[in-house]
């Protein structure tokens, strides 16, 4: 684990697991929820923290929640700083960047994600509450998992309307319900995380 200066006197989190075959690592850059932080956002993927060769930043957000969805740009100086030093410390494979989130990091994960599609080749969507994007660019592949009890985002509302909304706009989505609430349990952790990497 190390931590990451990104201005301001805020920080991000970088973990780094055990090497991966020809030195290139992969990345996720994590999106804590509302009211989260970093912490957060790296245990939502757990289900990485051993994986071969995968890096995990995570930013801490300026306010209570990410500015992506409400079509600000106030965070995007801090993502910038952390995504840059994660690839001077690292020798990152840039062909397999992505960015993933839980709650309202997930919904933000999508908005952000899919307007930067060439830098942000896959998405991971954990219980999302919808996404808010303008300009979109490239297609990135986006794994969305939500339990069905869920009592803060509908899962009917990913089921019904995100899922097939995004699939009709031609993106890969690989959808993963899960009976349970508002969490995100190690199974479905390993799962985004395998897929991601797969």
């Not at 970093?38 to 995968?54: F, K, S, T, V």
């Amino acid at each position: 684990m190390h931590v990451l200066q990104v201005g301001s006197g805020r920080r991000a989190l970088m973990r780094i697991s055990p090497g991966a075959e020809g030195g290139k690592m992969a990345l996720v850059l994590v999106l804590h929820a509302a009211g989260g932080s970093p912490e957060d956002g790296l245990r939502a993927l757990r289900g990485g923290w051993n994986a071969p060769g995968l890096v995990l930043v995570a930013p801490a957000a300026r306010g209570s929640a990410w500015s992506f969805g409400l079509g600000r740009g106030d965070d995007l100086p801090t993502v910038d700083h952390a995504l840059t030093q994660a690839f001077s410390h690292c020798s990152i494979d840039r062909s397999r960047v992505g960015i993933g989130g839980f709650s309202d990091g997930a919904t933000n994960a999508l908005s952000l994600g899919v307007r930067n599609g060439r830098l942000f080749r896959a998405i991971i969507a954990l219980s999302p509450g919808g996404i808010e994007a303008g300009t979109r660019l490239g297609k990135p592949r986006i794994f969305v998992a939500h339990g069905t009890r869920d009592g803060v985002h509908p899962f009917a509302g990913t089921r019904d309307a995100l899922v097939p909304k995004l699939r009709r706009e031609g993106y890969a989505v690989t959808f993963r319900a899960f009976v349970g609430g508002h969490v995100v349990p190690a199974p479905v952790s390993r799962a985004a995380v395998s897929w991601f990497l797969g």
